[in-house]
């Protein structure tokens, strides 16, 4: 079946840009997940959703970073007016369940560069 | 102690080799734990899951120690395609979402 689908995998935005990264679960997983990860870093977290409630936003860096599921299927990560230091990978993951109790299967990654 | 934290890396053994990575956790209230493996330039992907004391696939062996809080990735008979970044995930007690990864162990296995 189909795995999480990224999009676009590749951007490149000049400082001040407004981005959005698009996420395609696979079907029927409840949870999402988006992490950002640096180069020679592991992946952090910055927000979960169980459905299109977004339960967990405690790792968005400021508030110039924005997440959103409205139909508990597809997900969108908004950054607004982007600069350097948000150049990375950003990954989505989905599970077939809550946090813990089941593995997260990954997209394969949007990298932004800004310029 | 931070949340989550590895070995250092990088790990540099012969083909062959047995190879040990550990990784420490503080919150003592996480009930189950990943091992995931991630190529240079790829998303991770699940190498092991861990629910109890431990979980053995093949040549991989991960145990985990509640005590002492930590878990272990044994790798056997290393080969070439073994190289790769291997991140420990602790998720929270609860139903919390912060999924934590620690900051990974590069392994490369050499000829």
């Known amino acids: 079946g189909a795995g999480v689908s990224q999009s676009p995998r590749y951007k490149v935005a000049k400082r001040g840009q407004d981005v959005a990264l698009r996420c395609d679960p696979i079907?029927?997983?409840?949870?999402l997940f988006w992490y950002q990860q640096a180069l020679g870093q592991g992946p952090e977290f910055l927000t979960y959703?169980?459905?299109?409630?977004?339960?967990?936003k405690s790792g968005l860096p400021s508030d110039r970073f924005f997440a959103e599921r409205p139909e508990g299927s597809v997900s969108t990560l908004k950054i607004q007016r982007t600069q350097q230091e948000d150049s990375a990978v950003y990954l989505c993951?989905?599970?077939?369940?809550?946090?813990?109790?089941?593995?997260?299967?990954f997209g394969n990654g949007t990298r932004l560069t800004v310029t | 102690r931070k949340e989550v934290e590895q070995d250092p890396g990088p790990f540099n053994v012969p083909e062959g080799a047995t190879v040990a990575f550990n990784c420490t956790y503080s919150?003592?209230?996480?009930?189950?734990f990943f091992w995931y493996r991630q190529d240079c330039r790829k998303e991770p992907k699940l190498l092991m899951s861990?629910?109890?004391s431990g979980n053995e696939d093949g040549r991989f062996t991960a145990q985990l120690n509640r005590a002492s809080q930590y878990i272990s990735l044994l790798i056997r008979d290393s080969k070439l395609s073994d190289s790769a970044t291997y991140l420990c995930?602790?998720?929270?007690?609860?139903?919390?979402?912060?999924?934590?990864f620690g900051k990974g162990t590069k392994l490369s296995v050499k000829p």
């Open positions: 995930v602790v998720p929270p007690g609860g139903s919390q979402g912060n999924l934590i």
């Open positions: 079907s029927g997983h409840v949870s």
């Open positions: 861990v629910y109890s």
């Open positions: 959703f169980q459905n299109e409630a977004q339960l967990d």
């Open positions: 993951a989905s599970s077939s369940s809550a946090p813990g109790y089941s593995p997260l299967h």
């Open positions: 919150n003592s209230a996480s009930q189950s």
